[in-house]
């Protein structure tokens, strides 16, 4: 059974930082595309930042380029998101999900595995 457990989120000031981790198991994940999405109160779930679990490669929405930085620990099955200059509209529920290679990485919808997720408030 798969498992996509998340933690990390928390409370911190505009300007702060957070780092969140995502723990895989219950599969091989060399197929696929780990991504994180968020979803703020009133809002739809939203593309974050994704990368390829054998090649590593990443992509991130443009609101946190620069800002996000996704990775990801092959020998420890984790996926984590460095997050610095942090602002209030990044607040939201962080989900880290799991996908295969085709299909559009920014879309939710392509995902069939999800982890419970992590809220995360940033106070201004």
């Known amino acids: 059974q798969v498992q996509l457990v998340e933690s990390g989120g928390g409370l911190v000031q505009a300007g702060g930082s957070l780092r969140l981790s995502c723990a895989a198991s219950?599969?091989?994940?060399?197929?696929?595309?780990m991504g994180w999405f968020r979803q703020a109160p009133g809002k739809e779930r939203e593309f974050v930042a994704s990368?390829?679990?054998?090649?590593?490669?990443?992509y991130y929405a443009n609101s946190v380029k620069g800002r996000f930085t996704i990775s990801r620990d092959q020998a420890k099955s984790t996926v984590t998101l460095e997050m610095s200059s942090l602002k209030p509209e990044d607040t939201a529920v962080y989900y880290c999900?799991?996908?295969?290679?085709?299909?559009?990485?920014?879309?939710?919808?392509?995902?069939?595995?999800w982890g419970q997720g992590t809220q995360v408030t940033v106070s201004s």
């Open positions: 999900a799991a996908k295969p290679l085709t299909g559009a990485t920014t879309m939710a919808g392509n995902y069939d595995y």
């Open positions: 219950g599969r091989t994940f060399n197929s696929r595309t």
């Open positions: 990368i390829t679990w054998t090649y590593g490669t990443t």
